[in-house]
């Protein structure tokens, strides 16, 4: 049996490869992949393997957009830390999951499922499937509230209540509704991988906006946008030349 794992986790990876080794000797693992452009680009170059173990979130995407970016129709088991509402749609097209941490009862079970699929029809992902699941993830992954310092105290904001995120002297900021600004924990970076990118877009180095915070969008020099916001700082809010399209986009819903 040949294996292709998915996993950007190296000590996960690792520890799925242990556990097919004791369950299967004979399986032989030609990749470990850790982002989607890396599973395309091998893909492009290597047989398909018999078996692929895809973990949901990578480095640079969902493990979805492999899909749809070459025609892989080797059968999939999935790996994730979303629990079985999250990831309901892989019963109805016999794909198996694991949840992390992997256990190796259950991953003996998905290895007899795949070896009892007799036909490879079986195994597709259809388009409606993938949607489903994209969504049905989407509601549980991203971050609703964050707990920030105020002196000794603690205090929850919803992310609901931001109106935008932004740096300042190596921090991280919210402005909130009200106006005021509280420091976060995480960089910027972290946080926009947290949000739902259908409400938070990253105009530039330094600022993460809410669609509820943009008042007007103007047209500014060198091709780039000016956005007024709802209780700006000093600075301007200027969409940067590189990302103009993809906000546009945005704007119209299109992510």
Known sequence: MKVLIVEDEPLAAAQLAAHLSALRPD??????CDTVKAVVDWMSNNEAPELAFFD????????FDIFEQIDFKTPVIFTTAYNEYAIRAFKVNSIDYLLKPIERPELEKALIKFEELAKPAATSISSAIL??????????????????KVGTHLRVIETTDILYFYSFEKGTYAKLSDGKDFLLDQSLELVEGMIDPSQFFRINRKYLVALKSITDVVA??????????????DDDFLVAREKVKDFKNWLEGEI
């Open 27 to 32: 399986a032989e693992i030609l990749a470990v």
């Open 131 to 148: 949607a489903e699941i994209i969504d049905s993830i989407k509601k549980q992954e991203y971050k609703e509230r964050f707990l920030v």
């Open 56 to 63: 949901i979130q990578l480095g640079d995407g969902l493990s």
């Open 220 to 233: 500014y020099s060198n091709s780039r946008l000016k956005l007024k916001v709802k209780h700006p700082n």
